[in-house]
């Protein structure tokens, strides 16, 4: 079993590598270009929403007042009628693009060391590279990818964006897996 600190240098570097390829994947391809589609009449939509002061967070309407009223014949008549909408109010202003970089860094770490702890726990120095690989890539894999299934399972997301982003958690898992193997102790 390897402790965490032994293994600093892969957590470390596996995690910078996954950066700059996600950066690299967000900003210098074409493949999130056309994720999130622009809404008919936004500048109306904006300037009909603006006035309600909605604060930041997370919202659903038609938002049921409680588990009766999903069945009532009225929610039932505003769900036909639509727009049925989940709904993330960001702050006004521009968004922050370093605090963004500083917590998926922060984000890319702590998937790698989960990576870390998985295959330390089960693999001796010396591990051969595949199996290293196939630890820390499986467990990579778990954090980048598996937990983005559930917002297109109960949350509508498009399931084009989840499979894109699964394509993108594979690299990065890919990625952190090779540095686990390359750098592993001997």
Do not use: C
Request: glycine share 6%; hydrophobic share 50%; net charge positive.
């Amino acid at each position: 079993m390897q402790g965490l600190l032994m293994l600093w240098l892969p957590i470390l570097l596996s995690a910078v590598i996954v950066f700059v390829a996600s950066s690299i994947i967000h900003m210098a391809s074409p493949w999130h270009k056309n994720d999130y589609g622009r809404v008919p009449n936004e500048d109306q939509l904006r300037n009909a929403i603006r006035p309600m002061a909605i604060p930041p967070g997370d919202y659903m309407v038609p938002r049921p007042a409680s588990r009766q009223e999903v069945g009532s014949p009225e929610f039932t008549e505003k769900m036909k009628q639509g727009p049925n909408m989940i709904l993330t109010v960001m702050p006004a202003g521009p968004p922050s693009m370093r605090q963004n970089l500083i917590q998926w860094f922060l984000f890319t770490l702590v998937v790698s060391v989960f990576a870390a702890y998985v295959a330390g726990s089960a693999l001796p120095v010396g591990a051969p590279y595949l199996t290293v690989f196939r630890f820390a890539a499986v467990t990579a894999f778990i954090g980048y990818s598996v937990a983005l299934w559930q917002t297109s399972i109960w949350y509508a997301r498009s399931w084009s964006i989840t499979a894109k982003s699964t394509v993108d958690g594979l690299i990065y898992a890919l990625l952190t897996a090779g540095t686990f193997g390359w750098l592993w102790p001997r």
